[in-house]
């Protein structure tokens, strides 16, 4: 049987753009070998050409004009990695509405404008995938649209924020203040030089606006959800929670009872008990709660370039499948979760 191709345009080459490359690199012949597929990024779209990056990259892949992706006949899939809704947004609807498919890690601009990316997505018949843009390399979108749509969601809660875990995990277990581990993540790279999306909340919102849409069916805006981040937490606080048996994690969480939804990020205490409770540094959990299933957890790391990869190249693998089966284009349903 023939080696089926398919092309692949990146747009961003920052540390999730360079690890996902380096995920395909390092996992292509596995990849082709398990898929029957050979996939291969063609062209990136990226300013700094020069930077030093740990992988070597053909310099006539580079390209700054946006175009060469989304015109290029070549190209069957464009990965959007440029952060930011603007012009992420626009750019993955010009890559859709040039009968692109579409994968994302972009938090902010999936949770701004999820309707009308999956709109687009449906008007012009291609797919669009955003695995990666809700805790890293944890599969958890496509468990809730395939495995788990069998249920009625009761509950969600999650650690979705790896920078605010690793900052009160530090807290509770080495007794330090939020200032002295703010300032250790941000040497280690796991806090942003400034870190108001993480500590604040906002990255948090972001993802759990995501997980409503995909849960409940329903649409709130990540402005919309009450949030409290840990920027006022103390040592005081942690060690008086540890007192009474808990710990304290940033926690988004959203919950249905009687047909009414509430939804909120805030700092929460954890019994010990929980298995969220041992959820610690940069890992993520997403706990769920489904009429049928019951309780389940996923676990793993919420960040990092290669985790991120992992997500970014599962989704790129599901719509190869469904392009060599001519199987690939989503349908909206109104109110559902696929």
Do not use: C, W
Request: no cysteine; charged share 25%.
């Amino acid at each position: 049987m023939e080696m089926k191709t398919v092309k692949i345009g990146l747009m961003g080459f920052g540390n999730i753009g360079v690890g996902t490359y380096k995920t395909l690199e390092m996992n292509r012949a596995v990849i082709a070998a398990n898929t029957g597929i050979d996939f291969e990024i063609v062209k990136i779209l990226e300013k700094d050409v020069d930077r030093k990056r740990d992988v070597v990259v053909p310099r006539e892949k580079f390209t700054q004009n946006p175009d060469d992706l989304f015109l290029d006949p070549q190209i069957d899939i464009v990965i959007e990695l440029l952060g930011g809704i603007q012009p992420a947004t626009d750019f993955m609807q010009k890559a859709m509405n040039n009968g692109k498919h579409v994968v994302t890690a972009n938090k902010a601009a999936v949770a701004a404008n999820y309707d009308e990316l999956r709109k687009t997505a449906a008007d012009n018949q291609v797919l669009f995938r955003y695995e990666a843009s809700v805790a890293g390399g944890i599969p958890i979108l496509s468990a809730l649209t395939g495995p788990l749509l069998g249920n009625d969601f009761v509950e969600v809660l999650g650690i979705l924020n790896g920078t605010t875990n690793y900052i009160l995990s530090q807290m509770a277990d080495a007794g330090l203040a939020y200032e002295d581990v703010l300032k250790t993540a941000q040497e280690k790279g796991f806090a942003e030089a400034d870190p108001t999306a993480d500590v604040e909340g906002i990255d948090v919102a972001n993802k759990l606006s995501i997980l409503i849409s995909l849960i409940f069916g329903e649409r709130v805006a990540p402005k919309d959800i009450p949030t409290e981040g840990i920027s006022k937490i103390t040592k005081e606080d942690i060690e008086k929670a540890s007192a009474e048996g808990n710990k304290i994690k940033l926690i988004g969480k959203a919950k249905k009872e009687n047909g009414t939804l509430t939804y909120s990020v805030k700092p929460t205490m954890i019994p010990f008990s929980h298995p969220l409770a041992g959820v610690n540094n940069e890992f993520n959990a997403v706990f769920v709660k489904g009429n049928a299933v019951d309780e389940l957890m996923f676990y793993g790391k919420g960040a990092g370039p290669l985790p991120t990869g992992s997500a970014i190249m599962g989704d790129v693998i599901e719509i190869g499948k469904a392009m060599a089966k001519n199987a690939a284009y989503d349908q909206v349903v109104a109110g559902g979760r696929k």
